[in-house]
């Protein structure tokens, strides 16, 4: 059997999420809102256990960084000061043809000329800003006086709190405020599944430093970052850094470094490591009139701190994760014969079920209540799912499609029927080399929890 393409593999990687519930598109019984997404009760686990592991290495497993969680509808004044409102817009182009609305950079040229990417049309307006803001208004007038933002990136609270957020957290430089949350961008043309949405959820630190440490810093940001993607089964072949050049960063950026992954629609950004210099302090410091400024106790002198800011995509880091883990091999089924399985290899850390427990045969009742003792006995320490119906192979290969790590089975060796010296243990299998090994019930959390924390 030949491998499937980088499409056809993007096609069964879309279709599976729909199917075995990870991923579904909004909306969806009425037709569908474009470049939005829900997440289903696989999905949801998935994100919560990247959303959760990344808090955890960023916040809880560092002294120098505190969390926030700052409100999405956002003062005008915010991103006036920030420049979102004057700039945060893509060039757009409209084809006369068929209508489509384009950013300038999906144009295709032949022989020179510029050409609609759909219909090859040539007859395309002139180029216009579009900002990519979504505006609403706050209170019962919606007039100018009171239009306020979704914000465009988790980034500006962290920025607006600066200075509560050091005050009561008493942190000395270097030090981070880390926030994951949504973030919603009108996008000219949302595409690639999730890749491009109209909402997402971002995982962004903003890292204050001394103007001295801040390239040092960058560097260091973006080995923490390569790793972090590494700890959750992303291979280094696939992340590539993209040094990106002069003209293509802010002007206010000293040095940025795109982290890139290899979908099957193309290497493209998973998160951004930026030195931002003082801007975004400087910016809100001129124009609130409060000042941002550090005092720094050794030196007696006032600053405004510097930031490297790493800022991660959930949804593109969980597309990443699903891209990275999809794999077909073989396998045999109930009969023997050999057959195609496909397999989600997530590592367990952040796999949405750690153990299916499967009691042998479902009529069976002693194998029953023994399984639903270890769902009990499991519960506590790991999400678990127990599955009673189907051919035990059938069983196995939907664990194994959603990626489930582990498998227990509850067989008769396991009430002693056979051989007295096996009571009371279970089959666990590996999702991965398929293997099985006999192991006490009473080892079962011992034997797991080192593997999926
Ligand atoms: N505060 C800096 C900032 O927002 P960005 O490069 O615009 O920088 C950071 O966004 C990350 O947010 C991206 O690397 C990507 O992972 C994610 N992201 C940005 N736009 C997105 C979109 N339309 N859909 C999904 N994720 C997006």
Redesign the pocket.
């Known amino acids: 059997m030949s491998a499937p393409s980088d499409a056809q593999r993007m096609e069964k990687i879309v279709s599976l999420c729909k199917r075995r519930g990870f991923i579904f598109q909004s909306s969806e019984i009425y037709g569908g809102l474009n470049g939005l997404w829900d997440y289903g009760p696989l999905g949801v686990e998935l994100k919560r256990n990247l959303k959760n592991y990344w808090w955890r290495v960023t916040v809880h497993e560092r002294d120098d960084v505190v969390g926030l969680d700052g409100s999405i509808l956002t003062h005008p004044a915010v991103l006036k000061a920030s420049g979102h409102v004057e700039g945060f817009s893509d060039p757009m182009i409209d084809c006369r043809t068929c209508k489509a609305h384009l950013r300038l950079d999906q144009l295709v040229e032949k022989k020179g000329i510029k050409q609609c990417p759909s219909c090859g049309g040539k007859d395309l307006t002139e180029t216009r800003q579009f900002n990519l803001m979504f505006e609403t208004h706050v209170g019962a007038a919606a007039d100018e006086s009171s239009i306020a933002y979704l914000r465009p990136?988790t980034?500006q609270s962290i920025f607006v709190q600066f200075k509560n957020v050091l005050e009561v957290s008493r942190k000395k430089l270097p030090f981070g405020i880390a926030q994951i949350g949504k973030a919603f961008?009108n996008?000219i043309n949302p595409r690639n599944f999730t890749?491009?949405?109209r909402e997402?959820e971002?995982m962004?630190l903003e890292y204050f430093c001394r103007p001295e440490q801040g390239m040092e810093l960058l560097e260091y940001w973006r080995e923490e970052r390569l790793k972090f993607y590494e700890s959750i089964g992303i291979s280094r072949a696939n992340l590539h850094v993209r040094n990106v050049p002069d003209e293509e960063r802010a002007f206010y950026s000293k040095g940025t470094y795109d982290i890139e992954y290899d979908f099957p629609f193309g290497r493209h950004?998973?998160?951004?490591v930026a030195y931002r210099s003082d801007y975004d302090l400087s910016q809100h410091q001129k124009a609130s009139g409060k000042s941002l400024e550090y005092f720094d106790e050794e030196t007696k002198e006032k600053l405004i701190p510097h930031v490297v800011?790493p800022?991660?995509?959930v949804?593109?880091t969980l597309l990443a994760l699903i891209c990275e883990a999809y794999a077909e091999d073989q396998a045999p089924n109930d009969k023997g014969e050999m057959e195609t399985r496909t397999v989600l290899r997530f590592h367990p850390r952040i796999a949405p079920i750690k153990c299916a427990i499967f009691p042998l045969l479902k009529n069976k009742e002693p194998l029953v209540v023994k399984a639903k003792e270890i769902v009990q006995l499991l519960r506590p320490h790991m999400t678990v799912f127990y599955d009673e119906s189907g051919a035990i192979g059938r069983r196995y290969r939907r664990q194994d499609e959603i990626g489930t790590p582990f498998g227990v089975t509850v067989d008769f060796e396991t009430l002693g029927e056979r051989d007295a010296a096996l009571r009371d243990t279970v089959t666990l299998r590996d999702r991965d080399s398929m293997k099985q090994k006999r192991v006490a019930i009473k080892d079962l959390v011992e034997t797991l929890t080192p593997r999926i924390r």
Do not use: I, K
């Open positions: 990136e980034a961008r996008e890749f491009r949405s997402f971002q962004e950004e998973l998160e951004g800011e800022s991660a995509g949804d593109r």
